[in-house]
């Protein structure tokens, strides 16, 4: 069963989600693809804290709104929406995959002054 703190805290993000596509100037289907894609990496991330779900959430959700234009541009997609699904479902995915990398570099050498040779 679901916590009420964090089934609250959604339906309180869905509310807001959905006053904002009515203001004038935003897409709302981009922003509703975009709480959908950052929804679903949420849900795929259980072991996740709740707050640090949240921030998940709202980072995925703004960064996929603010990627849809530039993936319409190179993907033949019609619907801002699906696009915006897709990018922020990947943006957060591919983010915490890339942070995972860097941490386990090793940037050493820098401090040695120079490469490391053979």
Same mark, same amino acid.
């Given at each position: 069963?679901?916590?009420?703190?964090?089934? /609250? /805290?959604?339906?309180?993000?869905?509310?807001?989600?959905?006053?904002?596509?009515?203001?004038?100037? @935003?897409?709302?289907?981009?922003?509703?693809?975009?709480? &959908?894609?950052?929804?679903?990496?949420?849900?795929?991330?259980? %072991?996740?804290? @709740?707050?640090? !779900?949240? $921030?998940?959430?709202?980072?995925?959700? $703004?960064?996929?709104?603010?990627?849809?234009?530039?993936?319409? !541009?190179?993907?033949?997609?019609?619907? %801002?929406?699906? &696009?915006?699904?897709?990018?922020?479902?990947?943006?957060?995915?591919?983010?915490?995959?890339? $942070?995972?990398?860097?941490? %386990?570099?090793?940037?050493?050498?820098?401090? !040695?002054?120079?490469?490391?040779? &053979?």
């Amino acid at each position: 069963m679901a916590e009420p703190t964090s089934t /609250s /805290s959604i339906a309180v993000l869905a509310t807001g989600i959905g006053l904002a596509a009515l203001l004038p100037g @935003i897409d709302g289907d981009a922003l509703v693809g975009a709480f &959908a894609g950052g929804t679903l990496f949420v849900v795929s991330a259980p %072991s996740l804290g @709740i707050w640090l !779900r949240v $921030i998940y959430l709202l980072v995925s959700v $703004i960064a996929g709104y603010l990627a849809t234009p530039d993936l319409l !541009r190179f993907v033949p997609l019609k619907s %801002s929406g699906l &696009a915006a699904f897709f990018a922020s479902a990947a943006i957060i995915t591919i983010t915490l995959a890339v $942070i995972e990398k860097c941490k %386990s570099l090793d940037f050493s050498w820098i401090r !040695r002054g120079g490469p490391p040779r &053979a």
